[in-house]
């Protein structure tokens, strides 16, 4: 699922954005996840949130009349200067071609998007041109800010993501692309971390935190609340070598966040446990040995 290896130069990361499309469901907040193709070289296999590199079109002229302001943003903790329209219209797009779902107003529910999402995905036409030709106008105010994850340096695929949540459109339905995902499905985070803890799915460190963050959160109102207090600080998880544990030998490797007394920022930066330690072939939450 990951390509660590410390000994090799660190990559530069690239941008990327990440949505999580949140609902009110019967048995409370539901989330939509994808499954990466299994042979993809970044988090293949993986249960994943919608999302993907920054593309410069994301940043066209003409998204400043097609899409609405974003979300504000206190302070630099997103990075100086960061064109949050961009990083936002990305995490819409990528959406649309992964899930099949438009975050845009003046969308017909009637009208089938197949052709255009497949356009997309083809690069025979850009995203804006697709918003101009459906006159809709793409909602970025609706994503809120919610965290910024940033590749371990002993990654060979680095990327500084930045995530959003917001709340699924009424009327449209998700379906994957059967290219960079395999399956798509609704889930409390509660469901998804139980079948993460019996290892039935596997799930990348930024992926079962933000699940975590969500496990207690009843409603989407909630999930909003939630965001407004969470900490746009960059996560950047430094890899170190951990022993196996008490009853077993050797060493295994971990994946330690700020706040963790192995970490380079002694601050936390975001609630939960301060590492994730490779057990087998999972990336389970722990906290630093005493």
Do not use: Y
């Given at each position: 699922?990951?390509?660590?290896?410390?000994?090799?130069?660190?990559?530069?990361?690239?941008?990327?954005?990440?949505?999580?499309?949140?609902?009110?469901?019967?048995?409370?907040?539901e989330?939509?996840?994808?499954?990466?193709?299994?042979k993809?070289?970044f988090?293949?296999?993986?249960?994943?949130?919608?999302?993907?590199?920054?593309?410069?079109s994301?940043?066209?002229?003409?998204?400043?009349?097609?899409?609405?302001?974003?979300w504000?943003?206190?302070?630099?903790?997103?990075?100086?200067?960061?064109?949050?329209?961009?990083?936002?219209?990305a995490?819409?797009?990528?959406?649309?071609?992964?899930?099949?779902?438009?975050?845009?107003?003046?969308?017909?529910?009637?009208?089938?998007?197949?052709?255009?999402?497949?356009a997309?995905?083809?690069?025979?036409?850009?995203?804006?041109?697709?918003?101009?030709?459906?006159?809709?106008?793409?909602?970025?105010?609706?994503?809120?800010?919610?965290a910024?994850?940033?590749?371990?340096?002993?990654?060979?695929?680095?990327?500084?993501?930045?995530f959003?949540?917001?709340?699924?459109?009424?009327g449209?339905?998700?379906?994957?692309?059967?290219?960079?995902a395999?399956?798509?499905?609704?889930?409390t985070?509660?469901?998804?971390?139980?079948?993460f803890?019996?290892?039935?799915?596997?799930?990348?460190?930024?992926?079962?935190?933000?699940?975590?963050?969500?496990?207690?959160?009843?409603?989407?109102?909630?999930?909003?609340?939630?965001?407004?207090?969470?900490?746009?600080?960059?996560?950047?998880?430094?890899?170190?070598?951990q022993?196996?544990?008490?009853?077993?030998?050797?060493?295994?490797?971990?994946?330690?966040?700020?706040?963790?007394?192995a970490?380079?920022?002694?601050?936390?930066?975001?609630?939960?446990?301060?590492?994730f330690?490779?057990?087998?072939?999972?990336?389970?939450?722990e906290?630093?040995?005493?």
């Amino acid at each position: 699922m990951l390509d660590l290896d410390p000994t090799r130069p660190p990559p530069a990361p690239k941008d990327a954005s990440t949505l999580l499309l949140v609902r009110d469901g019967e048995a409370g907040l539901e989330v939509l996840c994808i499954e990466r193709h299994a042979k993809s070289g970044f988090l293949g296999g993986a249960i994943v949130f919608p999302g993907g590199k920054v593309d410069p079109s994301d940043r066209h002229v003409s998204w400043s009349k097609l899409s609405s302001s974003p979300w504000p943003i206190q302070g630099a903790s997103w990075g100086e200067d960061i064109d949050v329209r961009a990083f936002a219209i990305a995490a819409i797009r990528e959406t649309f071609e992964e899930a099949g779902i438009l975050v845009a107003s003046s969308v017909d529910s009637n009208h089938q998007l197949d052709g255009e999402r497949r356009a997309l995905a083809e690069g025979t036409v850009a995203f804006h041109e697709i918003i101009e030709n459906l006159r809709a106008h793409v909602e970025v105010s609706a994503l809120r800010p919610f965290a910024r994850w940033v590749t371990p340096e002993a990654e060979s695929r680095r990327f500084d993501t930045r995530f959003f949540i917001a709340k699924s459109p009424d009327g449209q339905h998700a379906s994957h692309d059967n290219h960079e995902a395999t399956n798509n499905f609704w889930a409390t985070p509660q469901a998804l971390l139980r079948r993460f803890a019996t290892g039935a799915i596997k799930l990348a460190p930024p992926t079962h935190r933000c699940l975590e963050l969500l496990r207690d959160v009843a409603t989407v109102t909630e999930a909003f609340a939630l965001a407004e207090r969470a900490c746009l600080l960059p996560i950047c998880p430094v890899l170190i070598v951990q022993s196996a544990g008490p009853s077993e030998h050797g060493s295994t490797s971990a994946l330690v966040l700020p706040g963790d007394p192995a970490h380079p920022i002694p601050q936390c930066r975001v609630p939960g446990s301060t590492r994730f330690v490779l057990r087998g072939d999972q990336w389970l939450p722990e906290s630093a040995p005493t």
